[in-house]
């Protein structure tokens, strides 16, 4: 039998909907052999999550993923087999929680010029674990019935650009990257095709991560189809950088999207986990 591996997901220590706990007993129902667990800017999860996973025989990975800027976009950089409690990696995660509540104070400020108040203090509430995301607040706008869906909350009033965007310039790209290389971690480009780039600036972008030391892509994620993969097999092969997959699970209501429902790697790339092994 093929073995399942997933290297991407999130936890309610991000904006995922299942604790670390409830998320490694999906990883162990869905046959999963390795999972990592990275949250958005936060190592809060892996603890628990790692205990669970030790009970459950699922080989556990530390990871992140960190929110980092490349020019004028955000991009996601995930990190794997870190060492969660290093210093680098404490202080940028610090460092982004700070920039993660300034931003949330102005997106409150936004949405209560709409005519919905109070959201920070719904938000704060429902926040576990520092990391505040755009979900938390779409989760608001739902459940106070502003919304009736979270893609509705991002398509009305979260989305880049929309009513209550607040832009926000994340930790420069090479600054995710040393963070992560410093704890001892492999740094890798999350879901490279979402950001929508032309094939000139991809390869722009993964010469500058190339470059700061960067040393996977993900090739398969989620809901790729088999010319993505293709694609993003060859810049692997082309920047002599590893391949990772990963499914990018949030919640089990986002039933396009099952952790460990990810295609094999395919045969002609390096897997990032050999990077370690
Ligand atoms: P943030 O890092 O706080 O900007 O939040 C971004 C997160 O919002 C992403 O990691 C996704 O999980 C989620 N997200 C972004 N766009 C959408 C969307 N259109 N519908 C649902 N979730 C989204
Ligand atoms: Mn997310
Ligand atoms: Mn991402
Ligand atoms: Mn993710």
């Given at each position: 039998m093929t073995?399942?591996?997933?290297?991407?997901?999130?936890?309610?220590?991000?904006?995922?909907?299942?604790?670390?706990?409830?998320?490694?007993?999906?990883?162990?129902?869905?046959?999963?052999?390795?999972?990592?667990?990275?949250?958005?800017?936060?190592?809060?999860?892996?603890?628990?999550?790692k205990?669970?996973?030790?009970?459950l025989?699922?080989?556990?990975?530390?990871?992140?993923?960190i929110?980092?800027?490349?020019?004028?976009?955000?991009v996601?950089?995930?990190?794997?087999?870190i060492?969660?409690?290093?210093?680098?990696?404490?202080?940028?995660?610090?460092?982004?929680?700070?920039m993660?509540?300034?931003?949330?104070?102005?997106?409150?400020q936004?949405l209560?010029?709409?005519?919905?108040?109070?959201?920070?203090?719904?938000?704060?509430?429902?926040?576990?674990?520092?990391?505040?995301?755009?979900?938390?607040?779409a989760n608001?706008?739902?459940?106070?019935?502003?919304?009736?869906?979270?893609?509705?909350a991002f398509?009305?009033?979260?989305?880049?650009?929309?009513?209550a965007?607040?832009?926000?310039?994340?930790?420069?790209?090479?600054?995710?990257?040393?963070?992560?290389?410093?704890?001892?971690?492999?740094?890798?480009?999350?879901?490279?095709?979402?950001?929508?780039?032309?094939?000139?600036?991809?390869?722009?972008?993964?010469?500058?991560?190339?470059?700061?030391?960067?040393?996977?892509?993900?090739?398969?994620?989620?809901?790729?189809?088999?010319?993505?993969?293709?694609?993003?097999?060859?810049?692997?092969n082309?920047?002599?950088?590893a391949?990772?997959?990963?499914?990018?699970f949030?919640?089990?209501?986002?039933?396009?999207?099952?952790?460990?429902?990810?295609?094999?790697?395919?045969?002609?790339?390096?897997?990032?986990?050999?990077?370690?092994?």
């Amino acid at each position: 039998m093929t073995q399942i591996y997933d290297l991407h997901c999130h936890s309610t220590a991000s904006d995922g909907a299942l604790s670390p706990t409830a998320l490694i007993k999906r990883a162990a129902e869905n046959a999963i052999s390795m999972l990592a667990l990275t949250d958005h800017d936060t190592v809060a999860g892996l603890t628990e999550a790692k205990k669970c996973a030790d009970e459950l025989n699922i080989n556990f990975i530390n990871g992140i993923e960190i929110s980092a800027q490349w020019e004028k976009i955000g991009v996601h950089i995930v990190g794997l087999n870190i060492d969660p409690q290093h210093d680098a990696l404490q202080k940028l995660m610090a460092e982004l929680h700070i920039m993660r509540i300034e931003r949330a104070e102005k997106i409150a400020q936004k949405l209560a010029k709409k005519g919905i108040p109070d959201a920070l203090e719904f938000v704060q509430k429902t926040v576990t674990n520092e990391t505040i995301t755009r979900v938390h607040f779409a989760n608001f706008l739902v459940s106070q019935a502003y919304v009736s869906t979270v893609s509705e909350a991002f398509d009305r009033y979260l989305g880049d650009g929309k009513s209550a965007y607040v832009s926000t310039t994340w930790t420069p790209l090479e600054n995710a990257i040393q963070a992560i290389r410093d704890a001892g971690g492999i740094p890798i480009v999350a879901h490279p095709l979402r950001y929508k780039l032309t094939a000139t600036r991809m390869k722009k972008l993964l010469g500058a991560f190339k470059n700061a030391g960067g040393l996977a892509i993900e090739v398969v994620t989620g809901r790729y189809n088999p010319d993505e993969m293709r694609i993003l097999a060859n810049y692997a092969n082309q920047f002599e950088l590893a391949a990772s997959v990963g499914s990018d699970f949030h919640s089990p209501e986002n039933v396009w999207i099952e952790l460990g429902r990810v295609a094999p790697l395919p045969n002609n790339v390096k897997p990032v986990w050999e990077l370690w092994q």
